[in-house]
């Protein structure tokens, strides 16, 4: 009879690992830490209680007085920077690729009076290579630092990002500056001032070697309601019904390229071309009289969504400031559960087949 051995190449069965296990466990309760060693210094996790061997003791104390030279600095590993072998997934370009929110105080000139510094969001973001495994983000925060401490202007922003191109080596770059700016508004009658809050976003794009200067603008204003208004008046005039009319908190986020052959075109600027477009800006500072004049200023400029975005519409069209903009406007309706909402183009920078499914509820404000 022919005797065929096992081929040790087979994997064992559970039963065989289970008893090797407690032959090594038992091996190892007997064994001196030099055996162990030279075996496995491993096999000490097996035992409870036995303390692995040959590893590192590890200091757990903060090393206050260590110093990074350039020898030390050139051992780290950077796994961003690394070969597009160690790339996961699809092997394409990306279009933005940065860091998002980071904060700090930026100077700015007002139109009228002194400079102020406002706390500012910042987003960066560069185009990524298909080849490129990723990008240094930290050099993007560096390269505006740089700069932060200069007041606000683009070219401050073409500036940082200059650096940035450079030190990323990126073909497309993107800066976004979110802020809130305060202005003081007078009351309509009572001679009372307030400051207004205005959610501003700065951008500057180049894209396939052009650059492009973007301001966003929210405006905050109430909207009556013309049906309404003429259905209030007619139960007046025909039942001695009282009513009123409905109106609501609305918002226009108002985009405008700037053209850069232009002179400045200021946030006040800005904000006063909203307001000629629509008058019926909410308030700051109101007393009995302001409130009757708000209401009597409603009633003189009743307005549909579709009304506002041509509004906003026609004043930018007259500013020889902006180029290509954008006009997003929503009623934040009193009378029903849902929104009225308009979106206005001019030109091809803001054309889009699709929207943002969040667009509208962003331009949600609170007081």
């Known amino acids: 009879m022919n005797v065929h051995p096992r081929n040790i190449d087979d994997a064992p069965d559970t039963d065989e690992a289970t008893a090797a296990l407690k032959t090594l466990r038992k091996w190892a309760q007997t064994a001196t830490e030099a055996e162990i060693s030279q075996l496995d210094p491993a096999i000490a996790r097996l035992v409870p209680g036995l303390v692995p061997m040959n590893y590192p003791t590890l200091s757990r104390d903060y090393p206050e007085g260590f110093q990074v030279d350039k020898a030390y600095r050139a051992t780290l590993p950077d796994l961003q920077n690394g070969p597009s072998s160690l790339i996961r997934g699809a092997k ?16 700015f000139h007002r139109k009228h009076g002194e400079d102020l510094t406002l706390e500012t969001s910042v987003t960066g973001t560069v185009s990524l290579d ?3 495994k ?22 401050v922003m073409e500036a940082a990002l200059d650096d940035y191109l450079t030190d990323l080596d990126s073909f497309d770059a993107r800066l976004q500056m979110r802020f809130s700016y305060p202005d003081r508004v007078k009351s309509l009658r009572s001679g009372l001032e ?18 492009q200067k973007i301001m966003h ?6 909207s009556t309601c013309p049906c309404s208004l003429e259905l209030s008046e007619h139960a007046r005039a025909t039942r001695g019904q009282l009513a009123t009319p409905h109106s609501q908190r609305s918002v226009a986020r108002i985009s405008v390229v700037l053209d850069c052959d232009a002179d400045c075109l200021w946030f006040e600027d800005l904000i006063a071309l909203c307001r000629r477009a629509v008058p019926t800006e909410t308030q700051v500072m109101v007393k009995r009289e302001d409130e009757q004049a708000f209401a009597e200023l409603n009633a003189a400029n009743p307005i549909f969504v579709e009304d506002a975005a041509r509004l906003f519409c026609a004043e930018l069209l007259a500013d020889h400031h902006v180029g290509d903009f954008r006009v997003v406007a929503s009623h934040q309706e009193s009378l029903h559960s849902h929104d009225a909402v308009s979106v206005l183009t001019e030109g091809l920078t803001f054309v889009s087949a699709s929207l943002d499914p969040r667009l509208f509820s962003t331009l949600f404000h609170v007081g």
Request: no cysteine; aromatic share 16%; charged share 25%.
């Open 194 to 211: 307030g400051y207004q809050y205005y959610d501003i976003a700065l951008e500057l794009v180049e894209q396939n070697g052009v650059r």
């Open 92 to 107: 394409q370009q990306i279009q933005h690729v940065g860091i998002s929110n980071f904060r700090l105080p930026i100077r």
């Open 134 to 155: 990723g990008i240094n983000m930290s050099r993007i925060m560096r390269s505006f630092y740089k700069h932060a401490e200069r007041t606000f202007s683009f070219e």
């Open 217 to 222: 603008l929210d405006y905050v204003y109430s």
């Open 130 to 132: 298909a080849d490129k």
